[in-house]
């Protein structure tokens, strides 16, 4: 009820509305249908596969939320709406990571990471915190971090393209949209203590984000529905070169083929090692970044990132 009563029998605590589920779905699956059409049309499915999923998941989350809206006492509905809606923002965090890697492999002599190293380390670290709930604001700050390093690095050398510009702005608004979401989440499960049996007015100890359902459509649907629209209109392809070996020379113009960035080392290293460090004590691992032959190299004054071929 809007007057933050337990409704008798709901599983939800209140009535859930029955008006708001449908444009988000509808929006959600629009949304993923055009991420789908993007991805093909982009041929970018390597970097952005994850946003038409995560919409998928989220329309049907909100359809079946519908559905709870006329029947819910049905315990099973809500727990697969649940799941859909909550189990898709990890999802769009992961489209990021690939978006941030993607990006760092398009400047590589800024990244302070092997930019195929982005996804296993941050990825890995989310699936940690999820569990733990609340820590995922950490895995946020160390997204901004890399992000915030690389940016930094690539203005003070005045090679800042606009293309980058607009990728990086993208990506810091859609992880501060998830990281309100997160905190959201997290004062959540801090505010759903048990309620004590026996009790008729126990529910009256519950937080206000548990007994109004208002909380739910501002902080998690609005935000996510903002996030994937977003990702629409600024759609990483439209700024970034389809291949991975396609880079911005250090002059910040001009466009050259490379042999990419490769990592020889098995998936276990790049968790245990992700920033290579091991590999940099190692005696005849390290190499002349292959940047630092194209003819540019000098237009930085050799303060390039300090990279090897590992």
């Known amino acids: 009820m809007a007057d933050g009563t337990p409704v008798a029998g709901s599983v939800w605590f209140y ?5 708001a589920p449908i444009p988000f779905a509808v929006l959600f699956g629009a949304s993923g249908v055009f991420h789908l059409w993007q991805c093909i049309h982009y041929k970018s499915f390597r970097v952005t596969a994850y946003l038409p999923f995560c919409c998928a998941l989220f329309t049907a989350g909100f359809a ?3 559905v709870g809206a006329f029947d819910y006492t049905n315990i099973n ?7 859909l809606i909550y189990m898709s923002p990890p999802i769009l965090e992961l489209a990021n990571y690939h978006i941030l890697g993607r990006t760092l492999y398009y400047v590589p002599y800024f990244s302070p990471i092997h930019p195929g190293r982005v996804l296993t380390t941050l990825g890995s670290l989310s699936a940690i915190v999820e569990i733990l709930n609340a820590l995922g604001l950490a895995v ?3 997204f901004y971090s890399l992000a915030a390093l690389f940016h930094r690095r690539c203005a003070r050398a005045g090679v800042a393209h606009p293309r980058v510009r607009a990728v990086l702005y993208t990506l810091y608004i859609s992880m501060l949209l998830i990281l309100a979401r997160t905190i959201y989440r997290a004062v959540e499960h801090f505010a759903a203590p048990a309620v004590a049996g026996g009790q008729a007015d126990a529910w009256r100890s519950l937080s ?12 998690e649907a609005a935000p996510m529905l903002v996030n994937a629209l977003m990702w629409n209109a600024r759609h990483p392809r439209r700024y970034l ?3 991975y070996k396609v880079y911005l020379a250090q002059d910040g113009a001009t466009e050259v083929h490379g042999p990419g960035w490769g990592d020889k080392r098995n998936v276990v290293m790049t968790l245990v090692d992700p920033f290579g460090f091991l590999a940099m004590c190692e005696k005849g ?3 002349e970044p292959f940047w ?3 003819g540019y190299h000098h237009l930085l004054g050799g303060k390039g990132a300090e990279g090897q071929v590992v």
């Open 15 to 19: 009535a859930p509305t029955n008006v």
């Open 64 to 66: 079946l939320r519908e």
């Open 77 to 83: 509905i809500y727990l697969a709406s649940t799941l």
């Open 140 to 142: 946020i700050l160390l």
């Open 208 to 219: 206000p984000i548990i007994r109004y359902e208002w909380f739910f459509w501002v902080f």
């Open 241 to 243: 070169p389809q291949s």
């Open 285 to 287: 691992r390290r190499g």
């Open 292 to 294: 630092e032959g194209n």
